[in-house]
């Protein structure tokens, strides 16, 4: 089974501040991909980046970046330089990238959820 | 293209009362998702659909819920005999199976309350 922990219930910064999302991943998959998604108060899940269990490269988009570290099924997410708007809740999500030998090939799996709160 | 199109956004229901949702995908996108989010939650898949086919239900999809997607397109949830447990933001999801691997796109939900 497929299991996405996201510790940290909420997270309140004051603008301009760096904020680092923890979640941490279990699967027996050998394969599979790993998503941020941001739901703001209108309730709408915003796809922000994805990463192949396979491409261990770090990368940064804009103000956005994500540590991937396979050996410890870490995924982290970090905003920089936050802003009002970022306030929102953050999931990590699984996804199965192996169809016809798992039962979760389709779905995403979901942790609990960061609640960001940014301050002017 | 408009986007994941979900209808009603609020619907509020006595217990024992059925409701129905509907969700209109992106239209070229052959895949469609159900999924339920809790308060404090995120979301749980429900259930999965490849063009009119219903692949895949997760066991929280009881008796009382059905899902369909006649024709491909647009998909409909019904809840039969509400209960209170069932209070939640009900979201639908859609992609093309071409996309391998990329995020779905979400629709805004249907809130559900039971009272």
């Known amino acids: 089974a497929q299991k996405v922990t996201q510790a940290q219930t909420e997270i309140s910064v004051v603008e301009k501040e760096d904020v680092t999302l923890d979640c941490v991943y279990e699967?027996?998959?050998?394969?599979?991909?790993l998503f941020w998604y941001k739901q703001p108060p209108s309730g709408e899940l915003v796809f922000l980046i994805r990463?192949?269990?396979?491409?261990?490269q770090n990368e940064i988009s804009g103000r956005y970046s994500w540590n991937f570290q396979k050996s410890t099924s870490s995924f982290n997410f970090t905003i920089t330089a936050s802003q009002v708007v970022d306030s929102a809740v953050y999931f990590c999500?699984?996804?199965?990238?192996?169809?016809?030998?798992?039962?979760?090939?389709?779905?995403?799996?979901f942790g609990a959820g960061t609640q960001v709160v940014v301050t002017p | 293209d408009t986007g994941v199109s979900q209808n009603p956004r609020h619907k509020i229901t006595k217990r024992g009362q059925n409701v129905t949702f509907r969700c209109d995908p992106i239209?070229?996108?052959?895949?469609l998702y159900w999924y339920r989010q809790t308060l404090g939650q995120g979301p749980e898949f429900l259930t999965y659909?490849?063009?009119?086919?219903?692949?895949?239900k997760s066991r929280l999809l009881s008796d009382r819920f059905s899902a369909e997607r006649p024709k491909g397109s647009f998909s409909t949830l019904e809840i039969q005999r509400t209960e209170q447990g069932d209070s939640a933001m009900y979201l639908c999801?859609?992609?093309?199976?071409?996309?391998?691997?990329?995020?779905?796109?979400f629709g805004s939900g249907t809130r559900l309350t039971v009272v």
């Open positions: 990463r192949n269990s396979f491409d261990e």
């Open positions: 999500a699984l996804r199965s990238r192996q169809p016809m030998t798992t039962d979760s090939w389709g779905k995403l799996q």
């Open positions: 699967t027996r998959d050998t394969t599979y991909y």
């Open positions: 239209s070229e996108h052959n895949r």
């Open positions: 999801a859609s992609s093309r199976s071409r996309d391998r691997g990329w995020g779905y796109t």
């Open positions: 659909f490849q063009n009119e086919a219903q692949l895949e």
